[in-house]
């Protein structure tokens, strides 16, 4: 097994047996993230819900199938792409994480951007985008004026565009959030191509099928 995979196995144990915060209390099953350990493109989103912690996966409801047709709309599958949470664990109720939690889950995010070395990291919903900001040292201001867009940051050290849009639960009954999201993934990723044409000549991300 290769140092990568031990690694990553070890963070997943880590947080199937995490008490660091009261969450554990009240979880079912924590929810570490699913997809590939080298994929280019991350998603983070808020915290696990209902489904989520009824299966330990992440974003398996019917955000998890909006998800999905965004994905395909852009060319991607879950398969290549990696998908977690700034919470492992559900918040009561689907309640807004707090922030002793953030501070004590994060850094399990951390390590496994550190590990994974995404190229891409797109943060889903207010939550995600306000502490993926803040780690990257950048002013968030409001998902109104800043979904859609995609900046350079860098995360402990390591270099990522980071883009932001709606969760896929907000929209699910929001049509106008619904293409807002839809219109986002289109935006965010010809931008990344875009992005990848000027730095590297050509495209990176060549599984972008839609170019
Ligand atoms: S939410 Fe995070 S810090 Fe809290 S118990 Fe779960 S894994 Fe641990």
Redesign the pocket.
């Known amino acids: 097994m290769s140092s990568k995979y031990s690694e990553y196995n070890r963070i997943v144990e880590e947080?199937k047996s995490?008490?660091?915060?009261p969450?554990?209390k009240t979880?079912r099953n924590?929810v570490p993230g699913e997809g590939s350990i080298d994929a280019e493109v991350m998603f983070v989103g808020e915290a696990p819900g209902e489904r989520e912690d009824a299966t330990g996966r992440p974003f398996v409801g019917a955000a998890g199938k909006f998800l999905d047709q965004l994905l395909a709309s852009v060319g991607l599958r879950r398969e290549e792409v990696y998908i977690t949470n700034i919470?492992?664990?559900r918040p009561p109720g689907n309640r807004d994480p707090r922030e002793d939690?953030i501070v004590?889950?994060t850094p399990?995010l951390w390590r496994q951007i550190e590990l994974i070395k995404p190229k891409v990291i797109i943060a889903l919903g207010r939550h995600a985008a306000r502490v993926l900001y803040a780690k990257a040292g950048l002013k968030w201001t409001n998902m109104s004026k800043k979904h859609g867009s995609v900046v350079e940051a860098s995360i402990n050290g390591h270099r990522v565009l980071l883009a932001v849009t709606y969760h896929p639960a907000a929209a699910l009954y929001n049509p106008k959030l619904r293409s807002a999201l839809q219109e986002d993934f289109k935006k965010i990723f010809e931008a990344v191509k875009a992005s990848d044409k000027r730095r590297h000549g050509r495209s990176l991300l060549d599984y972008f099928r839609t170019s």
């Open positions: 947080i995490c008490t660091k915060c969450l554990h979880r924590p919470l492992k664990c939690e004590a889950c399990y």
